[in-house]
């Protein structure tokens, strides 16, 4: 199945700051175009008088008051921390490039 859509599987890792190597990728190519040209098949469906959804099942929002509880000590829950600042701050991994601690 071939589709009109372009999707550069290389790039779109990139972005995601995954180190995909050359078979995986190309795996993932082929994976991504069949589900594609599938979603193209599903287009040519006639759906005509069929109402849509956003969900096959029927949901209903389930609603509780706000209740003041108890909370746990900050410095327990700092505990489960992989790494504090100054006994204050989670330090979590730095994501993006330049978000040194100033």
């Known amino acids: 199945m071939s589709t009109n859509i372009n999707i550069d599987v290389g790039y779109v890792a990139q972005l995601a700051r995954l180190e995909l190597d050359e078979p995986t990728r190309n795996r993932l190519q082929h994976d991504l175009e069949s589900i594609l040209g599938y979603i193209e098949q599903l287009n040519e469906l006639d759906v005509t008088g069929i109402e849509p959804t956003a969900h096959a099942a029927l ?5 509780r008051d706000d209740v003041d509880g108890t909370s746990y000590e900050r410095d327990v829950m700092l505990k489960n921390a992989p790494a504090v600042i100054d006994g204050e701050l989670v330090n979590v991994p730095k994501i993006l ?3 040194e601690m100033s």
């Open 59 to 63: 949901l209903s929002n389930i609603w």
């Open 97 to 99: 490039p330049g978000e």
